[in-house]
Each structure stands twice: as C-alpha cells, then as structure tokens.
C-alpha cells in the first residue's frame, strides 16, 4: 500500500511541530491505512488532504513562529560575531559603506546631468533648431540661426505648433536702476511672447500670453523682484537699462531650476530689438531657436524636409550675390543644412558655437558612471574578500553545528543572514557619510543635487536590491560551500577551506589595484594636462593685466579716462575693446583674402581694437610692424595672424589686401584693407581647438578697458582706479576682474573633472588598501604560530615582514603591468579631445606604479609589523 502523499504529510509535520503532537500525527497515519483497507486507496488520500487542508492555519502560524525563531538565533549570531571579531568588521562594514558612499554621489550626479530640461511638460516635443554651415572649406556648427527662419518654419510646415527664439546681445552686462538705485546684471536674454507656452517655466504674476507681446516688456525671476522692489507688487514698475531704455515689469516667473540647459533673472521682449525683424537668412544667425512639434508629428520626417527651405529662402540671395546658380554654388564649397535637437539631449549631446551656455559632456557622464561601477565593485570585492577569508576560520564552528544536528540549510540560511546583516549596517553607514559629503561634492562639482533625489522613481528599490545583492554574493561561499563540508573531515583537518579560496582571493586583490592604477594614472595625467594648459606659451601675457568691466558708460569720456589711468606709474599701457584672447565678445566674419580664396570667401575672427591693443596684451608682431598713430592710413590697415598666412598660402604677407563688404550710400561694397603687419599666433580660444584665421583692425569696441600693471601695490593701484572711476561717471558700479582669472575660468569644466576625479582615485584606492589591510591581519593571524616558532629561532622583524608582504607586493605589481595599457588608451582617447596636449611620458606609468606599490607596501607592513613585534610565548599560547 502506497505511504500517505508526502506534501500533505509534511504540512502536518509542520503544523504540529510546535505542539510537539507527534502521537496526533502517528494518529492520522493509522487511520490513512485503515480508510484506505476498507475504503481504498482514493478515498483515503482524499481524506488525509483534507485533514491536512484543515492544519493549514497552523501550519501557517507554525511557519512564521519557527521562522521569527531561527530568524532571531541568526541575528543573534551574526551580532556575536560582529564583536568577536570587531576589526575584521569594522573593515569590512567601512569599506562597503565608502563605496556605496562613492557610488550613490556619483550616481546622484549623473541623475542630475541626465534629467536636464526632463521638467517641462512639452520637452519630448520640443526641438532647437540648429545650422551646419560649410563656407570655403571650413565647418561651423551654430546653435542659433538667422531671426525670420522661426516664422518660416511654422507657417510652411504644419507639424509645427509653435516657435520661440532667445536672443542674447553682443554686450553680456547691463546697468539696471529702478530710479533709487542700479544694479549690474549679466542674465538678460530676449524672448518671444510663446515663450512660456513653449517651456514650462510657470509665471506668478502676470498673463504668460500677454507679458511679452509687448515691445520694451520684461518679465524677472521671484529673487530679482524680491531684489528690486521688496515686498512691493512689481507689476506695472518700470526698470531703466542702460540709463537709455524703459522697460515695463509684466511678469514674475518661478527661478528656474538648476537642471535647464539656460538660466536667465531677466526676459525681454524681443519686439523691441530691431534685430528681431532682420530679413537676412544667413546674417546675425545667433538667435536659438526652439519648435513646439504638434504631439504626433515625426521630427525625422519634418528633419527631411528642411533643405527645401535652403532651396526656397537661403539660396536665391546667394544666387544673386555670387550670379551664380545654387549647384554652381555648393560646388564651391559652400553648404547649408538645418537640424533638429532635442530639447533633453542639448546639455549632454550639444557642443555648437553660440550655446546659450556651455554644456555638460555625455562622456564625462559615461567615465563617473564608470568609476562608480569600479568602485563600487571593489568595495564589494574587499567585503567578500574579507568575509570569505573569516570564514575559514569557522569550519570547525560548522563542523560542530553539523555534529549536534544542524541541517545544511539552516547554516546557509545563517551565513547569508550574517552577510545580510552586515550589508545592511553598511548602507545605513553610507546613507550617513553620503548627507555628510554631498555639501561638499555640490562645491566640487558646481551643481545644486538633492538627497531628496534618492527617494524618487525605483531608486530605493535598486538600492535595497543592491544590499541584498551584496549580502548574498559575499555571504555565498561559506553559506555554500563550508555547508557543505562533512564534520569528520572538518575535526579531521581534511577540508582545508582557505587554500581552495586563495586563489580566488588574490586574483581578486589583483583586480582591485588593477583598478586602482587606471584611476590613479588617469588623475595624474588630468592634472599633467592642465599643469600643461596653465603654463604653455599662450601668444600674449595674461598676468598683470586688469580688466575693467562695463567701460561703454563713460562714453565719448572713455579715451580720458584711458590717458588719465596711465598718468599712474604702476599701469604701463592700456587698451579699449571688448575683443581679448580670453572668454570674451567674438566676432566671426566672412572675408575676401587677395589670392585663391577671393572669389569664394572664407570665415575668419574679425576684432576691432585700438593703436595699443598687441603692446598691452603682450603679444609679438612677427612680420611688419604694429599699429601707429603716426601713419594715418592704419585706421584702414590690418593685422592678421600666423595661422591666417598660413590658410591663405601667402609666402609674403605684407601688402596683401583682405576684402570686406561694407555698406556705402546704401549699397553693399568690397573694400580692400592692406594688411602691415602679422602677429605671433596666440590661443584666443580653448586650448581644445586649433588657433583660426584671425585680424586686427581699428574699430570702436567700448565694452572693456583693459591695463597692464606692475605687480607691486596692486590693491593700492585698484583702489586708485576706483576713485578716477567714481570722478568720470559718479555713482556707476566699478567692476573688473584679472585676465588671468578669465583664463581660468576656460578650462573650469576641465578642472572641475580633474578634482572628482582626483578624489574618487583616492577613495578607490583607500577601499582596496583597507581590504588589503584585512587580508593582511588575516594572513598574520593564520600564521601567528609560524610567527612565534620563526622569531624563537632568531628571525628579525624585517625577515617576518617581508614573508607577510611579499605576495601582496606580487600582486600589486601585477596590477600595474596588466593596468598600464587600459589607462594608455583610455587617457589617449581623453587627450584627444585637446587641439594642444601634453604626451603622456613612462614616468607618469612608473609613478603610478611607486604610489601603488609604495601605498600596499605601507598597508601590508603595518599589520606584519605588528604580528612581528608580538610575545612570541603569546603567539605560542594561541589557541
């Protein structure tokens, strides 16, 4: 006769287990096989389902008691256990909670960076549309096109709902007063009346559909309102900019969130810049451009469809410039394309000229995503490093639980609790040391990030599944494997768990610094980078040189104030233009060089500037001569530089004429300007890009004065300055700043990423060494005997700490041979983004290697010094 079905026995087994009725259950057996005598066998196994149907709710109640139990015994043990062996937890529980720490800062960031312009309820239908120019040879990729292209577009194609443009002027600063007092603001920008239709920028005060229809309106943020007019109703208040022009409050808008690929206090209604209504479809095209797609249009099918707006706007006025035909004139060289961008790629996606400000890279994005990962993984490697290697040491524990009757399960179900208990300790660990530090990474990293952005969307969740994902990958093998060793072997001494798991161990110390050298050669050549752009021969001298900001308020005074300045003998000379090799105005023009080019024209920097710009700056005039105010003609002359020579193949410069259109009793005329003299090339951009064509002319450009000072008593000089400021134009703010510090401020992203990274390198290695540092008192530990019989035979402690030290050595040097060549390409393909780069030489590689090296080194020691230096009678008694 058949045994009663095991599921349902077992359900009985399990709901009488806490009664202790094993008669009950002896009971219910008898009465199967008496059913199933007289009845049969169906009817008695429908009966014993059923009985066990019944027991459900104890069994039930059973489960849960027996599961509160062992649960309880778990976490008992694993506390035990967490002060039996504090150090090893406490490394291990630091470890992981740095680089969880590590991980969630940088995966904040990349949160941050990743959800730009995401808040606006149109923005998977908003696009900017952006121009591909192509002008004898040379490519311009613009982030704006020409003022009439946003009428076009939405009255010929009908996929377009709506358009706004924002325009910035060539001046960045303005003077605002409110009659009582005149603040400078930089953060002005002009846009059209759809603007807040287009972007979810919400207004509290005032009509979105009407505040900026209106020419000479302004709509401010709530700070400059606040700023402005107090506690007042701005509404209806009139604002004057620079002390010429009106402008009526129309509106209030929210501050616009950190996380815009724009940020402006102040919009001004387009209508009233006479720019706006410019005609001209490849003249002033800086105006950005934004298309609200209606919600089931295609942008690649809109995308397709814009060159017939080249054909139809773009080419007829070329055709009659050139008298030539549009394919004549493309096969010139000449090209223009439009395209689309999506609003939430342009801040990780979009590096054009004339952005509104500059970007973020989606590669940085991608290389802290990376670090992240690494080290995170070797955060999790230490902790299962350590854990693997504290296990060995409780075999004999499991040995004796398998002897008095523990079960497999239940041991695993014990070591991955453990595991589990720790990890858990370890992320609330992180969870504090993260709101600690993130003031601080917000610093280094120029952004405005939240904690509040861990609780949002299935973070939590991922984060909880890490920890467990943690908890049971480290708590594996000795749950697993240890389990599942036989309690005679283990007394025995057979079993020898910790060699199998030797080999896993180093290979994983191995990887560890692998990690830590890529990380630590990538630090040392960012830093070698900008050592390299800080110091490299620029052209021109920025040291020493004041900028004085906003000089266009002194008007028709600002050559007096100019010769007044150097009657000071701390200033040697000084110069009027808003042109300078650093972050400031530029002006790209399409010219006419004597030669192969005449006929075609080529786009080159074009800066007005005046008799004593090159001596002020600092720069050497290689062929010819500079400008003179003892020749009259130079107000009609030219100065290019080495790089235009070189683009035009002129074997002697001098003499050689540059046309330029200019308008002349209404018409548009070719002047030729003779060119006098060739100055040195000098960076006047990034040391990103290759230095352009550029030339010199004299021309009026009020923005900025710039002086060249001696370095002594500079403050006193400034003060000085100040003082003749207040005597020219009484009651105007004075503003400058240091050429320098706007050179700086070029490679700022550059800087900024060379810093995160420099500190996360540090943090990495940090985590690997404090593995290194466990698996070294481990090491010692094991072998405390060894220790105690060597030194009672006469071994010194330098013989002991090189026995504990010299296979980790291995292993770390190890690391930075396979490292060496992963890091080459990864920082080559980082280089290259450099038109100007520093080569990365052997001693960055060997340096890399010392600092491991010397780091493990120092690591190992510590722990082998100090099992050098015990009693060896101590080492001998133990256990």
């Known amino acids: 006769m058949k045994s009663p079905p095991r599921l349902a ?38 009966w014993y389902w059923g009985q066990a149907l019944k027991s459900i709710p104890r069994f039930v109640q059973t489960t849960v008691y027996w599961r509160s139990v062992m649960l309880k015994n778990y976490l008992k043990m694993a506390v035990r256990n967490l002060f039996k062996q504090t150090f090893f937890s406490m490394v291990n529980i630091a470890g992981l909670a740095v680089g969880i720490c590590c991980c969630l800062l940088i995966l904040l960031y990349v949160q941050h960076e990743m959800s730009y312009d995401a808040y606006h309820t149109h923005a998977n239908r908003i696009y900017r549309l952006a121009l591909d120019l192509k002008w004898s040879g040379d490519e311009h990729h613009i982030a704006g096109v020409a003022a009439v292209t946003a009428e076009a577009v939405v009255n010929d194609y009908p996929e377009v709902e709506d358009a706004v443009r924002i325009y910035l002027e060539d001046r960045t600063r303005y003077r605002l007063s409110d009659g009582d007092q005149t ?55 009139t604002l004057t900019m620079d002390n010429t022009t009106d402008y009526k409050v129309t509106g209030v808008f929210k501050e616009i969130p950190s996380n815009t690929h724009f940020h402006f206090d102040f919009f001004g209604s387009l209508t009233s810049l006479e720019d706006s209504r410019a005609p001209w479809w490849l003249h002033n095209i800086t105006f950005r451009t934004y298309l609200l797609l209606h919600e089931n249009a295609d942008p690649r099918e809109l995308e397709k469809k814009l060159p017939e707006m080249v054909r139809k706007y773009v080419a007829p006025p070329l055709e009659q410039s050139f008298s030539k035909s549009w394919e004549e004139i493309t096969q010139m060289g000449m090209g223009v394309r439009y395209f689309l961008q999506p609003l939430k790629s342009i801040h990780l996606h979009s590096d054009l000229q004339y952005e509104l400000e500059p970007n973020g890279d989606i590669k940085y994005v991608i290389i802290f995503s990376s670090i992240a990962f690494f080290i995170l993984l070797i955060a999790c490697i230490n902790f299962m490093n350590l854990s693997t290697a504290r296990s060995t040491r409780r075999a004999r524990e499991v040995g004796v639980r398998k002897a008095v009757g523990s ?75 240890l389990s599942s060793y036989r309690p005679v072997d283990v007394f025995k001494g057979q079993s020898a768990p910790g060699a199998k798991s030797r080999w896993l161990r180093n290979g994983l110390v191995v990887f560890q610094f692998f990690v830590s050298t890529v990380l630590i050669i990538g630090t040392l050549v960012v830093s070698r980078q900008m050592h390299f752009v800080q110091n490299r021969k620029l052209g021109f001298e920025k040291d020493q040189v004041l900028v004085i900001h906003d000089t266009y308020v002194l008007g028709a005074q600002i050559e007096s104030f100019k010769q007044a300045l150097l009657q000071n003998p701390r200033i040697s000379s000084a110069t009027i233009t808003g042109f300078l090799p650093v972050d400031s105005d530029r002006m ?241 393909r980082w280089l290259q983004g450099f038109a100007y780069r520093t080569d990365m030489t052997p001693l960055t590689f060997i340096l890399s290697g010392a600092l491991t090296f010397g780091i493990a080194f120092l690591t190992v020691s510590y722990q082998a010094i100090r099992a050098a230096r015990t009693n060896p009678v101590q080492s001998l008694k133990y256990e």
Not at 451 to 479: D, E, I, K, R, T
Not at 698 to 709: E, F, T
Not at 742 to 756: N, V
């Open 588 to 828: 790209m023009d399409v010219n006419n060089p004597e030669g192969i080019y005449r006929e075609k024209g080529t786009p080159m920097e074009t800066w007005p500037v005046d008799f004593d710009y090159v001596k002020t700056m600092g720069m050497e005039i290689v062929a010819g001569r500079d400008f003179s105010r003892a020749f009259s003609t130079d107000s009609s002359a030219i100065i290019v530089n080495e790089a235009a020579v070189r683009q035009f193949g002129w074997e002697h410069p001098i003499g050689k004429k540059i046309g330029d259109w200019r308008m002349m009793d209404d018409q548009r005329v070719l002047v030729d300007f003779p060119v006098i003299g060739v100055v040195k090339d000098f960076h006047y951009e990034s040391l990103r890009n290759y230095i352009g064509p550029l030339r010199f002319f004299i021309g009026r450009s009020p923005d900025l004065l710039s002086l060249r000072m001696h370095a002594e008593d500079i403050s006193q000089t400034i003060n000085w300055i100040r003082e003749q400021w207040a005597v020219f134009v009484p009651g105007e703010p004075f503003d400058f700043s240091f050429m320098d510090d706007r050179f700086d401020t070029m490679y700022r992203s550059e800087q900024r990423f060379g810093d995160i990274f420099a500190v996360f390198s540090v943090l990495a290695v940090s985590i690997g060494c404090l593995g290194l540092l466990g698996l070294a008192a481990f090491t010692a530990e094991r072998k405390i005997k060894e220790i105690g019989i060597r030194k009672v035979l006469g071994a010194s402690v330098s013989g002991i700490v090189i026995l504990l030290s010299r296979t980790f050595i291995k292993w770390v040097l190890i690391a930075n041979v396979a490292g060496w060549p992963v890091a080459y390409f990864i920082m080559r």
């Open 183 to 237: 603040f400078l603001e930089s953060h002005i920008a002009y846009t059209d009346a759809s603007f807040f239709h287009v972007f979810s920028i919400p207004l509290i005060a005032g009509d979105p559909k009407t505040a900026l229809a209106e020419p000479n309106s302004l709509v401010m943020s709530e700070e400059m309102a606040y700023k402005y007019f107090g506690e007042d109703d701005p509404l209806g208040r």
């Open 9 to 46: 026995r077992w359900i009985l087994t399990v709901a009488n287990r806490q009664q202790n009725r094993t008669i009950i259950l002896g009971d219910f057996e008898e009465f199967y096989h008496e059913i199933a005598q007289e009845s049969g066998a169906v009817r008695a196994y429908c």
């Open 407 to 481: 079960l497999r399960w239940q041991l695993i179900f014990q070591f991955l609790a453990e595991a589990l208990f720790l990890s858990f300790l370890a992320l609330v660990l992180a969870l504090i040391l993260t709101s600690l530090a993130l003031p601080y990474f917000n610093d280094l990293a120029q952004r405005d990030i939240s904690l509040s952005q861990l609780l949002q969307g299935m973070f939590p969740l991922y984060l909880l599944g890490f920890v467990v994902a943690a908890g049971v990958v480290s708590g594996s093998y000795p749950a697993f494997f």
